[in-house]
């Protein structure tokens, strides 16, 4: 018997397909000492898992993150597929698709809490499947965020849903909330520039509000997990670290112009080699399924 509460409105992950997603890959060290990102791409029976980690003074807390993501997000999946019944050919919700990110990225953070390092995480599961009251085939992904590393879901030409970037420069909310709770811990105020908080020592400055380890700094701890979709024949996903973009710009047309480029037949190789400065460590990863359509029966 199938608990229809738990199923999406009418998702059915099409796990039946030959031709997979292309998946492109870009990585380079730019004018850093050491390659500290780090990525995943892992091919499950009903979608992808891709996760890209942004490490910072150090690298310890980010190779702990690429080492126990797989086996850790397969076993939270696992208990999730066992708890609702009569799962076997059909997709989890999105509610319990977003569960299972969300306490993957829990388990990580308590891992990672005593680390003195620290590193972003940017974690998705990607999914092709049928829409079938639509007789639509989209692209499903289910996104867990902490820190500036980012995911992106361009559904058409200019069009673009991302996710935050948890970032001193972009995300004055949780800017905000940081140099609040600072004042309440000190006695006196945070001492900020435009990029940076001062929260472990007036000459540490870290430009990010959220990220795994970094335990003498005040962070926020918590991830933002998010549901994205479009259809098939739209869809371009792209992960990235933050070594991307251009700090002083917007965010959000920067990676527009970069979709677009993808788009236009451009690999991920071709832009990182085409960006001018690359002064941080940078990761681009594309996913792409193929437009061929799948015949639905009556």
Known sequence: MIDRRALPEDF???????????????????????????????QLNDGVLVMVADGHSGSNTVELIVQQTVAIYSQERAVEKKRIKGMEFYGLAPKNERAIIRRTMQQLEKMTRHMLDGSTLTLGFIQCGVRHQRRKVVVRAHVGQIGDSLFALSSMPGRVAMTSSHSVTHHQKDVERIMVEYQRLNSEPCKRDRHYLYTRSPNYGLSLTRALGDRNDLLIRKSEVRSYEAELNHAVVLFATDGLLQVDQPVKPQINRVLQQIRTGKTVKMLGEEMEQKMDNVTLISVRYPPSPIYLKD
């Open 12 to 42: 059915n992950p099409n796990v039946e397909r030959s031709d997979g997603p292309d998946i492109q890959i870009y990585q380079a060290v730019g004018r850093r000492e050491e390659q500290q990102d780090r990525y995943l791409v892992t």
